[in-house]
């Protein structure tokens, strides 16, 4: 077992954990009516049995048709609106449940985006994965399965008992007492039984989720070194202790469950008990004992919620703590956060003086730079691998943090927010991100506004007109992460979409990795050709052809020379 999985939260920990709770739960003012429909719908459940036990026994006993006609009516009523109610309850709890999933979620990849790409380098991505997903969208239970169940149950259950004690005050406390056993029951045995295999399905999830990404991301290496058997073991591994932490919290929330119905017929056996002497005394006549019978019976089918209430808390608490310790608390402080002005209409120029940057956790990546970009200049900057290029091209689009001056568009770079700056200065990587769909949506990623013509002119900027038209449009997909198109192709396909987003200045970093050397030329001359106007640094430690740049910049040990 991983130590972390049984750590103890620290008091810090602890408290972002309730915010993460917080974050999942619904404002009052959208939660409140799925509420108040789920407690008139249990409301309307305990009515009807009520009513209809009354009706049964008194229509062999009384003459007038008068209560009895009332009594239908008040079943009818009943039935139908418990239906009803059901409904709104439904659909108002996941409406507040699935609008509040939005919103977490989307909170949660808005404090990752400064992190990305340079404060992820060394974080396991399935796990990433897992709390971004998996963990996230479990905490829509926090309203959905505990909240909003408990709160219903609580009132359901003080009300019955209010109203049996009208009936008969004996079996009033009979059913007072049973649903305090029960409550003890649904949270003491599942806690003893199941918490720990509960707590561990989020973290059994992740390694899942984890072994998955790293097999198939990396299928082809495995299988080329003979490691596919090991990884595959590794999967298999990770899915034998999730089925088994699953069915360990299955087990203990089935005998939670289980104590909470035999409770409830003892309920019943009790009250009847409680309440027949009273039928010698003139206590209670016949129809009024069948409700106090009757009614425990609902009000324990409604009261059947809590265990698995309990147990979704429980599973809610870990997936907030893993939520938590995949958010970092603070963000490194070599990295660029996103807070700053708003500016647009910027020219595409750059101006580094003595610049310096590092990478988390890692040694000075740049170590006082010098550069000029003008508006329509091209600049090729070179050097030998780890010379500090890729880091410069980091710092550029600001995901790293600059010491020194470095101005875009007359304006300094650290007061502008993240948004603002990486829409100046655009960059397209030396691996691309292409996402297993069409080419269509790869490029309206950029700009979801375009479109096909648009598209395709893009596309025949970046030479891929023909490609495209060859393989039927705009329609025909690339694979996961480009795996149905070359490396070139890729370049070009993320270059159109740069394009068409429009940056004032592009940064191409290395942008004929992975392509063959008697290609790579032809590339540099297509993507160099394509950009128009726009302000390009590229970035390469191979040449390009002659006349394509303006300039040269060379960078050795982070340093300009």
Same mark, same amino acid.
């Given at each position: 077992?991983?130590?972390?999985?049984?750590?103890?939260?620290?008091?810090?920990?602890?408290?972002?954990?309730?915010?993460?709770?917080?974050?999942?739960?619904?404002?009052?003012?959208?939660?409140?009516?799925?509420?108040?429909?789920?407690?008139?719908?249990?409301?309307?459940?305990?009515?009807?049995?009520?009513?209809?036990?009354?009706?049964?026994?008194?229509?062999?006993?009384?003459?007038?048709?008068?209560?009895?006609?009332?009594?239908?009516?008040?079943?009818?009523?009943?039935?139908?609106?418990?239906?009803?109610?059901?409904?709104?309850?439904?659909?108002?709890?996941?409406?507040?449940?699935?609008?509040?999933?939005?919103?977490?979620?989307?909170?949660?990849?808005?404090?990752?985006?400064?992190?990305?790409?340079?404060?992820?380098?060394?974080?396991?991505?399935?796990?990433?994965?897992?709390?971004?997903?998996?963990?996230?969208?479990?905490?829509?239970?926090?309203?959905?399965?505990?909240?909003? =169940?408990?709160?219903?149950? +609580? $009132?359901?259950?003080?009300?019955? *008992?209010?109203? &049996?004690?009208?009936?008969? %005050?004996? /079996? @009033?406390?009979?059913?007072?007492?049973?649903?305090?056993?029960?409550?003890?029951?649904?949270?003491?045995?599942?806690?003893?039984?199941?918490?720990?295999?509960?707590?561990?399905?989020?973290?059994?999830?992740?390694?899942?989720?984890?072994?998955?990404?790293?097999?198939?991301?990396?299928?082809?290496?495995?299988?080329?070194?003979?490691?596919?058997?090991?990884?595959?073991?590794?999967?298999?591994?990770?899915?034998?202790?999730?089925?088994?932490?699953?069915?360990?919290?299955?087990?203990?929330?089935?005998?939670?469950?289980?104590?909470?119905?035999?409770?409830?017929?003892?309920?019943?056996?009790?009250?009847?008990?409680?309440?027949?002497?009273?039928?010698?005394?003139?206590?209670?006549?016949? =129809?009024?004992?069948?409700? +106090? $019978?009757?009614?425990?019976?609902? *009000?324990?089918? &409604?009261?059947?919620?809590? %265990?698995? /209430? @309990?147990?979704?808390?429980?599973?809610?608490?870990?997936?907030?703590?893993?939520?938590?310790?995949?958010?970092?608390?603070?963000?490194?402080?070599?990295?660029?956060?996103?807070?700053?002005?708003?500016?647009?209409?910027?020219?595409?120029?750059?101006?580094?003086?003595?610049?310096?940057?590092?990478?988390?956790?890692?040694?000075?990546?740049?170590?006082?730079?010098?550069?000029?970009?003008?508006?329509?200049?091209?600049?090729?900057?070179?050097?030998?691998?780890?010379?500090?290029?890729?880091?410069?091209?980091?710092?550029?689009?600001?995901?790293?943090?600059?010491?020194?001056?470095?101005?875009?568009?007359?304006?300094?770079?650290?007061?502008?927010?993240?948004?603002?700056?990486?829409?100046?200065?655009?960059?397209?990587?030396?691996?691309?991100?292409?996402?297993?769909?069409?080419?269509?949506?790869?490029?309206?990623?950029?700009?979801?506004?375009?479109?096909?013509?648009?598209?395709?002119?893009?596309?025949?900027?970046?030479?891929?007109?023909?490609?495209?038209?060859?393989?039927?449009?705009?329609?025909?997909?690339?694979?996961?992460?480009?795996?149905?198109?070359?490396?070139?192709?890729?370049?070009?396909?993320?270059?159109?979409?740069?394009?068409?987003?429009?940056?004032?200045?592009?940064?191409?970093?290395?942008?004929?990795?992975?392509?063959?050397?008697?290609?790579?030329?032809?590339?540099?001359?297509?993507?160099?050709?394509?950009?128009?106007?726009?302000?390009?640094?590229?970035?390469?430690?191979?040449?390009?052809?002659?006349?394509?740049?303006?300039?040269?910049?060379?960078?050795?040990?982070?340093?300009?020379?």
């Amino acid at each position: 077992m991983r130590s972390d999985a049984r750590r103890a939260p620290s008091a810090r920990a602890t408290a972002r954990e309730r915010a993460v709770l917080r974050g999942a739960q619904p404002p009052l003012g959208r939660f409140l009516p799925g509420l108040l429909w789920g407690v008139l719908s249990a409301g309307a459940a305990v009515s009807l049995l009520a009513v209809s036990g009354w009706l049964i026994v008194s229509a062999s006993i009384v003459d007038s048709l008068v209560p009895l006609s009332i009594a239908v009516v008040g079943v009818r009523f009943f039935a139908v609106s418990r239906a009803v109610t059901r409904y709104l309850e439904r659909l108002s709890g996941h409406d507040a449940a699935l609008r509040q999933l939005a919103v977490t979620r989307a909170d949660m990849v808005r404090r990752l985006i400064p992190l990305s790409p340079a404060g992820l380098g060394r974080t396991d991505r399935g796990r990433v994965l897992s709390a971004l997903v998996d963990d996230v969208e479990n905490l829509q239970n926090l309203p959905l399965r505990v909240v909003q =169940p408990l709160a219903v149950a +609580a $009132v359901v259950a003080i009300g019955a *008992v209010g109203f &049996i004690a009208f009936v008969s %005050p004996p /079996a @009033a406390l009979t059913l007072a007492a049973c649903l305090i056993v029960a409550a003890g029951a649904a949270i003491g045995l599942g806690w003893i039984l199941g918490s720990r295999a509960e707590t561990r399905v989020s973290l059994r999830r992740a390694e899942l989720s984890a072994a998955l990404v790293d097999y198939f991301g990396s299928l082809d290496v495995l299988i080329a070194y003979g490691a596919e058997f090991a990884a595959r073991e590794r999967v298999q591994d990770a899915d034998a202790a999730l089925r088994a932490s699953v069915t360990r919290a299955s087990l203990a929330q089935a005998v939670a469950a289980g104590v909470v119905s035999t409770t409830a017929g003892a309920a019943s056996v009790w009250a009847l008990a409680a309440a027949s002497p009273g039928l010698s005394t003139g206590a209670i006549d016949g =129809p009024w004992l069948a409700v +106090a $019978v009757l009614v425990p019976m609902v *009000v324990f089918e &409604i009261f059947g919620a809590t %265990p698995v /209430a @309990a147990a979704s808390w429980r599973s809610v608490r870990a997936s907030a703590r893993r939520v938590v310790d995949v958010l970092p608390e603070r963000m490194p402080d070599e990295l660029r956060g996103d807070e700053g002005a708003d500016a647009g209409g910027l020219e595409g120029s750059i101006r580094l003086r003595n610049v310096h940057a590092t990478w988390p956790g890692g040694a000075e990546g740049l170590r006082g730079v010098d550069l000029d970009l003008r508006p329509g200049e091209r600049v090729l900057v070179s050097g030998p691998s780890g010379a500090g290029k890729s880091t410069l091209a980091a710092a550029l689009v600001g995901f790293l943090r600059v010491e020194g001056e470095y101005s875009v568009g007359g304006m300094d770079a650290a007061t502008l927010s993240g948004p603002s700056l990486r829409a100046v200065v655009g960059l397209c990587e030396q691996s691309p991100q292409l996402f297993d769909e069409d080419i269509r949506q790869n490029l309206l990623f950029a700009r979801d506004t375009a479109t096909d013509d648009e598209l395709l002119a893009v596309l025949d900027r970046v030479g891929l007109a023909d490609w495209v038209r060859d393989r039927g449009g705009l329609d025909a997909r690339v694979g996961d992460r480009g795996a149905l198109v070359s490396g070139g192709q890729a370049q070009r396909i993320a270059l159109a979409r740069v394009l068409l987003r429009g940056f004032p200045v592009l940064v191409l970093d290395e942008p004929t990795a992975g392509v063959d050397p008697a290609a790579s030329d032809a590339l540099l001359r297509d993507l160099l050709e394509a950009v128009g106007e726009q302000s390009v640094l590229l970035i390469s430690h191979v040449a390009p052809p002659a006349g394509t740049v303006d300039r040269v910049v060379r960078i050795e040990a982070g340093r300009t020379v």
